[in-house]
């Protein structure tokens, strides 16, 4: 081996390594604006750290309830990210169960930073996720009716819903690659937003009219999360 080679060797293990050192962490939250002056920094790319001499078994505790489904959607989603269990800090993980009334329906939405698994305890749900613009600008839809015991994966980012199909209760278990995966609800986020979006914007968007934007960003959108 040559001198020249041996030098090319030793820097491209260097940049390397390099690369595999360098990592930024994913975001845990929707937005973390940086500033200069650290006594003006109050927030975290996360959350900060108990002193380990302080820390119980309660901190990675939690119990979880059937949730209350008497709303317009038929269901409730039961959040245990970091915001819950603090013992989920750093640990790149959280869960939710969902609880579905007869028809009951998890709408359309979002994790922004998290993929998320699902299992099926009881009940019947009919599932989906749909694609990004990447194939000629076609969404592609993906379905699957889930009995009890099947899984579902909804890839990190992509819009994805359940609806409960059966005519009894139901219930998930879904965990997600993230301790605070985040949700976006399309239909919240679209005509509930604060303020509201444009009208002129959103029946462009849609290609409707006006009154009809009005008439949704006049209904209560509730959040089942």
């Known amino acids: 081996m040559t001198r020249i080679a041996a ?6 293990l260097a940049l390397a390594s ?4 360098a990592y930024d962490p994913s975001p845990l939250q929707d937005f973390c604006v940086a500033v200069n002056d650290s006594e003006s920094a109050v927030f975290v790319n996360g959350k900060f750290c108990k002193d380990p001499k302080l820390v119980v078994a309660e901190d990675f505790f939690k119990h979880v309830d059937a949730g209350n489904t008497s709303n317009k959607l038929g269901s409730k989603v039961t959040q245990v990210s970091v915001n819950e269990l603090f013992g989920l800090n750093t640990l790149g993980i959280s869960l939710a169960r969902i609880d579905f009334a007869a ?3 998890n709408p359309p939405h979002i994790h922004p930073r998290g993929t998320e698994i699902l299992i099926v305890i009881e009940g019947t749900l009919y599932v989906g996720f749909v694609t990004s613009n990447q194939n000629n600008g076609q969404n592609r839809l993906f379905t699957k009716v889930l009995n009890k015991g099947d899984v579902f994966v909804f890839p990190k ?4 819903f359940q609806l409960n ?3 009894e209760n ?3 278990i879904a965990a997600l690659s993230s301790q605070n995966a985040g949700v976006i609800t399309i239909a919240n986020a679209v005509f509930g937003s604060t303020p509201p979006i444009s009208d002129q914007v959103l029946a462009k968007a849609f290609q409707v009219d006006k009154n009809t934007v009005d008439y949704l960003q006049k209904q209560f959108w509730y959040d089942n999360n």
């Open 157 to 160: 980012g992509l819009v994805h």
């Open 103 to 105: 028809k009951g329906l």
């Open 18 to 21: 390099s690369f595999a050192s």
């Open 7 to 12: 030098y090319f060797i030793v820097a491209f």
């Open 170 to 172: 139901a219930v998930a």
């Open 165 to 167: 199909v059966g005519y």
